[in-house]
């Protein structure tokens, strides 16, 4: 899993990458101009950081998520062999928030306001997904926010549980996805007959949604 983020205007000129959820116990090593955080206990890599990437990566631009290409996973673990660290930067092109089809929904067994979903997803993909919608139903097209996607806030989707049952990514409302005009309540957000399912969701047309 490989999750980017560019902002020079507020961060400078630093690639953020993360490859794993944050650790209760953080630490640091900087070699030349890479930064490693790692698990203090485990010693598992969660992420690195890029200084002065644009030497690098001349050609990136961003202003928050950006998906990373092949040929740029592949300079920048060059860019970590040289500096000492391990090459385990993968890239992953495929889209992390796809118009999904909520299938069934029963109850959570350990909650009165949770439901697990089975939701198709891209590629013919069936997830489980725990959601809190109060609108949660079956038959239903949605915003699915995979595993490894970053939210217009900043908070990434990783692999979970609630409360005991495991859910492999967040059904959206329009208010998380930020899209103008959007309730300012709970709520998946309910797509209309012209997303098609599989597809990446195309953030351009949600933005008229609730014109």
């Known amino acids: 899993m490989l999750v980017a983020s560019y902002n020079p205007k507020t961060m400078g000129d630093i690639l953020i990458t993360m490859v794993n959820p944050d650790a209760e116990k953080q630490a640091v090593e900087q070699k030349d101009n890479?930064?490693?955080i790692f698990d203090?206990?485990?010693?598992?890599?969660?992420?690195?950081?890029?200084?002065?990437?644009s030497n690098v990566l001349p050609e990136l631009d961003g202003?928050?998520?950006?998906t990373l290409t092949a040929a740029q996973v592949?300079?920048?673990?060059?860019?970590?062999r040289q500096a000492g660290f391990a090459?385990?930067?993968?890239?992953?092109?495929?889209?992390?928030?796809?118009?999904?089809?909520?299938?069934?929904?029963?109850?959570?067994?350990d909650s009165d306001h949770l439901q697990i979903t089975e939701t198709e997803v891209d590629n013919g993909e069936t997830l489980q997904i725990v959601s809190g919608s109060p609108n949660m139903k079956a038959d239903i097209k949605v915003v699915v926010a995979?595993?490894?996607?970053?939210?217009?806030?900043?908070m990434i989707i990783w692999p979970g549980e609630l409360r005991?049952?495991?859910?492999?990514?967040?059904?959206?409302?329009?208010?998380?996805?930020?899209?103008?005009?959007?309730?300012?309540?709970?709520?998946?957000?309910i797509l209309p007959d012209n997303f098609e399912v599989g597809t990446a969701f195309d953030f351009a047309k949600g933005n008229h949604i609730f014109d």
Request: charged share 25%; no cysteine; proline share 6%.
């Open 87 to 109: 090459d385990e930067l993968v890239a992953d092109e495929s889209p992390k928030f796809v118009v999904g089809y909520v299938k069934t929904v029963k109850p959570h067994p």
């Open 164 to 189: 005991g049952v495991s859910s492999d990514g967040m059904i959206a409302s329009g208010r998380e996805l930020h899209l103008k005009n959007a309730p300012q309540k709970k709520g998946a957000l």
């Open 40 to 53: 203090a206990d485990s010693n598992v890599t969660t992420g690195y950081n890029f200084l002065e990437v």
């Open 63 to 66: 202003h928050g998520s950006v």
């Open 34 to 36: 890479v930064v490693r």
């Open 74 to 80: 592949t300079k920048l673990n060059e860019q970590l």
């Open 146 to 154: 995979k595993v490894g996607a970053m939210m217009p806030d900043g």
